[in-house]
């Protein structure tokens, strides 16, 4: 059984940073593709950033040059830096790992940006 959890979300002011981070456990070896998604109240869940086992990366255009990405394959974990955050950048991150064919996802974690 696999278990995606994310942790260190919270409430920063605009101009803000904070970071990311989601752990895979469970039987498996390797993750495939990592991820974050972002699903703001009666929104759609949208992608923010993914990244590749051999560490590809691809971002929203609205989080590139302020989010970075990253991952620790020893770990199975996935780490999203965010800075200079946006009232808009509001909304529940969810972690999504793809093990063996299969997407995970955690239950998310909330970031809340003020004005």
């Known amino acids: 059984q696999v278990q995606v959890v994310e942790s260190g979300g919270g409430l920063v002011q605009a101009g803000g940073s904070l970071r990311l981070s989601c752990a895979a456990s469970?039987?498996?070896?390797?993750?495939?593709?990592m991820g974050w998604y972002r699903q703001a109240p009666g929104e759609q869940r949208d992608l923010v950033a993914t990244i590749e086992n051999g560490g590809h990366t691809n971002y929203a255009d609205s989080v590139k040059g302020r989010f970075t990405i990253s991952r620790d394959n020893t770990k199975n974990a996935v780490f999203l830096e965010m800075s200079r955050l946006k009232p808009e950048d509001t909304g529940r991150y969810y972690c999504r790992a793809n093990i063996m064919a299969r997407d995970y996802w955690g239950q998310g974690t909330q970031v809340t940006v003020s004005t």
């Open positions: 469970g039987t498996f070896f390797n993750a495939n593709a």
